[in-house]
């Protein structure tokens, strides 16, 4: 099974690194973003959004490999 991991076109409010992630494992993006932000409240927010920019540089777009 080969699936890249891409950030999403579709299911994106900022840079679609949770809609991506969403739609490669077959998961609902508002819930997942519900789990973010609950995360991000208490946790102090900081790790989590140093993740978020990671994984917004890491991840690419679809289409630009």
């Not at 789990?35 to 777009?61: D, H, M, N, Q």
């Amino acid at each position: 099974m080969n699936r890249n991991l891409y950030r999403s076109e579709h299911n994106k409010m900022l840079e679609g690194v949770l809609g991506g992630i969403a739609e490669n494992y077959n998961l609902d993006p508002a819930l997942l973003r519900l789990i973010y932000v609950i995360l991000f409240i208490f946790t102090a927010g900081l790790p989590l959004f140093l993740l978020y920019i990671a994984a917004t540089i890491i991840i690419p777009k679809r289409g630009v490999e």
